[in-house]
């Protein structure tokens, strides 16, 4: 699980730059679906 949190997490920090916050919610769903 550790192995995948870590491109989950970068794969946020990097929506976050580009201002795409509207894929917050699909990236916590496929977090979800990944847990």
Same mark, same amino acid.
């Given at each position: 699980? =550790?192995? /995948?949190? +870590? %491109?989950?997490?970068?794969?946020?920090? =990097? @929506?976050? +730059?580009? @201002? /795409?916050? @509207? /894929?917050? %919610? &699909? &990236?916590?769903? &496929? &977090?979800? =679906?990944?847990?």
């Amino acid at each position: 699980a =550790t192995e /995948l949190n +870590q %491109p989950i997490e970068e794969a946020i920090e =990097t @929506g976050k +730059q580009w @201002g /795409l916050k @509207g /894929l917050e %919610p &699909v &990236v916590r769903d &496929v &977090v979800a =679906t990944i847990k």
